[in-house]
């Protein structure tokens, strides 16, 4: 029993050790692709014709002292005022 217990251990670290080794592999491609085509530059496909409407949400829970930065912060956004909303978005208790 105790060796068939010590034969599963094993085949578990094994197969531990070989997902760790398959992931750095994983890191070692991405980083050859990266030093392989970092000097590629991609030129968008097309230009935009006119600007998106653009929604952006400010989800908040009783944080009464964060509110007013980020909403000041928010509305300093350089974008058209008719194409942007801003929702706050608090579900606040207090």
Request: with cysteine; charged share 20%; glycine share 4%.
């Amino acid at each position: 029993m105790i060796a068939m217990l010590k034969g599963v251990g094993l085949g578990v670290y094994l197969a531990i050790c070989a997902a760790v080794a398959l992931y750095g592999l994983h890191r070692y491609i991405l980083v050859y692709l990266y030093m392989k085509h970092r000097k590629e530059v991609r030129e968008p496909k097309s230009q935009w014709t006119q600007l998106p409407r653009i929604t952006i949400q400010l989800p908040m829970f009783n944080e009464a002292a964060v509110a007013e930065r980020i909403i000041r912060h928010t509305c300093l956004i350089d974008y058209p005022r008719d194409l942007l909303d801003i929702q706050v978005l608090d579900d606040s208790t207090d």
